[in-house]
């Protein structure tokens, strides 16, 4: 089945633990998108990659990381997770940059107390 | 830069009345037009989509018209159901550039009575 995978699905975390919400998809898609969901503002874009080793920021970067050693991973790090980031993350990909339908993962709850 | 603007919400309606969720948007170029649905507790998935001016995306009874004269993209649904309980999120994403990115409205949450 195609499709987007996220784990963990729910986190309840502290002020500056370090900790890494990962992404997987198993449809080849080159481009992969991470957003993050706060009630009245929708969907903002965390940050993207259109291919292997090729990653930049997206609106909210502030205090997020992430790699793309592989084509179908794409993890998204807190190094010092603050409440701020108390939110719902979810994991996107497309084909490819020009093709704007994106497939979304289940989303990760995370709370950082 | 790009924005999408959706109606205020919630939205409670009686089964099988019809449906009209207002959307416009600012962007430059020629974007492409999505509506994307939310269940409880799920991620967003595509309901349809229109990729250039007057184009209409349908989908399970869902319909929208690109309309490039009027920057608009409304959902309509000429009877919902139960199931059709959600949240909706109005985005658009540009033709080119380097990135794919879905800018998105604040979503609508749509509730519908037995």
């Known amino acids: 089945e195609a499709q987007v995978t996220q784990n963990p699905r729910y986190l309840i975390t502290v002020t500056g633990k370090k900790l890494t919400v990962t992404c997987s998809q198993n449809?080849?898609?080159?481009?992969m998108s991470w957003y993050r969901q706060d009630p009245g503002l929708g969907l903002r874009q965390i940050y993207y990659s259109m291919n292997v080793e090729v990653t930049d920021k997206g609106d909210v970067p502030e205090g997020y990381k992430v790699s793309r050693k592989e084509k179908r991973n794409f993890p998204l790090i807190l190094e010092s997770p603050s409440p701020n980031q108390t939110s719902l993350y979810f994991c996107a990909s497309s084909l490819s940059r020009t093709i704007g339908t994106q497939y979304f993962g289940p989303g990760t709850r995370l709370t950082v107390l | 830069g790009n924005s999408v603007t959706q109606m205020e919400g919630p939205v409670t309606l009686s089964e099988e009345a019809f449906l009209t969720i207002n959307c416009t948007y600012t962007a430059t170029g020629y974007p492409s037009l999505f509506w994307y649905v939310q269940y409880p507790g799920e991620g967003l998935q595509l309901l349809l989509k229109?990729?250039?001016?007057?184009d209409k995306g349908s989908n399970k009874g869902f319909e929208a018209t690109y309309r490039k004269e009027t920057t608009s993209f409304h959902l309509e649904k000429g009877s919902v159901q139960v199931s059709d309980s959600a949240v909706y999120f109005c985005?658009?994403?540009?033709?080119?550039?380097?990135?794919?990115?879905?800018?998105f409205g604040k979503g609508i949450t749509l509730s519908v009575r037995p």
């Open positions: 229109a990729t250039k001016a007057d």
């Open positions: 985005a658009l994403s540009p033709f080119t550039g380097a990135n794919s990115k879905l800018t």
């Open positions: 449809m080849n898609h080159e481009y």
